[in-house]
Every structure is written in structure tokens, then in C-alpha cells.
């Protein structure tokens, strides 16, 4: 029987590059962490269109621990659950609080659907979560919700888990299919190792390109003095440092 895999991550980490990494170079099952098709449809028709979402998660959580991109509920609650006596192995992923924070404001998902905010604004208004945040309704800005989800993977002490850092990933991908497949037992593929080149969500963006703008940090061009100094006022500096990250000087 093939190992579960369950990847959790806020939105804008690179979830969805690691889960087909995962597909194609491990003997895995991936949990889903994602509405199908059908719910996605539903959800379109329907009036409230979160809590069609909302309720597919709430319905289904005992067969893929949720989605992806909830807060972690605590070792104690998962343990609730019959589908972890299976084994089931956790990958976090985590991204650069200051990059992150630009691609939120890029793609808000859910939280905006008419004109954004600037980015000073944005760093500074509150965020109205979904049910299967698994957060409060509303969050003081976005940069709580980065502490809040972070914070929620440091809770997988006693069962399998690898805390991962999107950067790592783009840094070395195959090094974080060896630490998975030596960690956790997982048998590699037969066409070990391959790598997704092109974009998942842009098809005029790569590997390469994502390459450069993170590891060079491209993205700090796009902060001021000003979103920075707001930015390290808000963070929680034990989840920055526990990643790796340090505070930008503005």
C-alpha cells in the first residue's frame, strides 16, 4: 500500500508545484487538498459560495484531513481520526513573509472581487477568512494570517512531518524528494528524477523564472520603507526565525 501524503500551505506557496513534484518522482497517494470539479461547479450556482467549499471540507475531513491551505489543527484533534493510523506523512510549506505578502496582494483569492486595495492599504485591512480557514472570521491584516498558518505547522511534532520553505524547494527540488523518500520510507518512481518546468498557474512564467525572482530576491524591489516597517511590526518573530527567514532592515 502506497504511503499518504498530506501537503498543507497557504495560499501563494507553491503548493501545487510540490504536489505534482511529489506525483512524479514518489510512490505516494496525495490526500487532496483541493474542492473537485463538481463542488467547484456547485459552487459557482449556489448562493454563498464559500460555504459550498466550507461544507464539501467539513463533510470530507476524515478522508483528507482538509484543505490544504487551513490552519493545522493540533496533533491531539488529528489523532481523532482513523485515516492517521494508516501513516499518513505531512509536508508544511512555507514561503518568505515579505514575498508572500506581495503575492497575496497579487492574487487575494476570495477577498477581493472588485478593485484591490494598494499594497500599504492591503497590509493594514483586515482579512475575512472562509469556514475551512479554520481561523477566526476575521483576522487584524493578512500578515496575522501568515503567523497564524505558520505557526499552526509547528504542531506536527510526534508523527511524520517535514517543514519545508518554498525557497529550499526552488533552491534544490530533488533534494527535497530524497529527504522525503529517506525520511518517510517512500519508494522513488521509475522515471526518478523529474522536474515540472513550466508554470502551474502562468504559462508565460517557468522554474527558471520563479528560480530568479525568489532566490535573487527580485521582490524586495517591490517594497518601500514604509510596507517593510509595517510588515516587521506585525510578524511573529519566533516563526520567522524558526524558517530561517530574518527581518529586512528598511
Known amino acids: 500500500m502506497k504511503k499518504l501524503v498530506k501537503i498543507y500551505g497557504e495560499r501563494n ?3 501545487n508545484y510540490i504536489d505534482r513534484l511529489i506525483r512524479m518522482n514518489l510512490e505516494a497517494h496525495m490526500l487532496t487538498g483541493v474542492a473537485p470539479s463538481h463542488i467547484q461547479i456547485l459552487q459557482r450556482i449556489l448562493p454563498g459560495k464559500q460555504l459550498v467549499r ?3 471540507f467539513e463533510l470530507t475531513y476524515r478522508k483528507n484531513l482538509g484543505w490544504k491551505h487551513t490552519k493545522i489543527k493540533s ?3 488529528l489523532r481523532h481520526y482513523k485515516i492517521l493510523k494508516r501513516g499518513v506523512c505531512f509536508v508544511t510549506v512555507t514561503k518568505n513573509p515579505y514575498s508572500w505578502l506581495l503575492s497575496m496582494h497579487r492574487r487575494p483569492y476570495h477577498r477581493y472581487y472588485g478593485e484591490k486595495p494598494d499594497f500599504i492599504s492591503f497590509l493594514q485591512s483586515p482579512w475575512k477568512t472562509v469556514g475551512r480557514d479554520n481561523c477566526e472570521s476575521v ?5 496575522e494570517l501568515w503567523n497564524i498558518k505558520n ?3 509547528l504542531r506536527l511534532k510526534s508523527v511524520d512531518a517535514a517543514n519545508i520553505t518554498s525557497e529550499s524547494v526552488l533552491s534544490d527540488p530533488k533534494a527535497l524528494i530524497d529527504r522525503l523518500s529517506d525520511s518517510f520510507s ?5 522515471n526518478y528524477f523529474t522536474n515540472l518546468n513550466e508554470s502551474t498557474k502562468d504559462k508565460g512564467k517557468n522554474f527558471d523564472y520563479y528560480n530568479d525572482y525568489y532566490l535573487n530576491e527580485r521582490w524586495r524591489d517591490e517594497l518601500t520603507d514604509e510596507s517593510i516597517s509595517i510588515i516587521n511590526s506585525r510578524l511573529d518573530r519566533s516563526v ?10 528598511n
Open 186 to 190: 517512500i519508494p522513488t518512481t521509475d
Open 240 to 249: 520567522v526565525e524558526y524558517f530561517g527567514y530574518e527581518l529586512l532592515r
Open 151 to 153: 505557526k499552526s505547522y
Open 75 to 77: 496533533e491531539s484533534e
Open 54 to 56: 466550507d461544507r464539501y
Open 139 to 143: 483576522l487584524r491584516d493578512p500578515i
Open 13 to 15: 506557496t507553491g503548493t
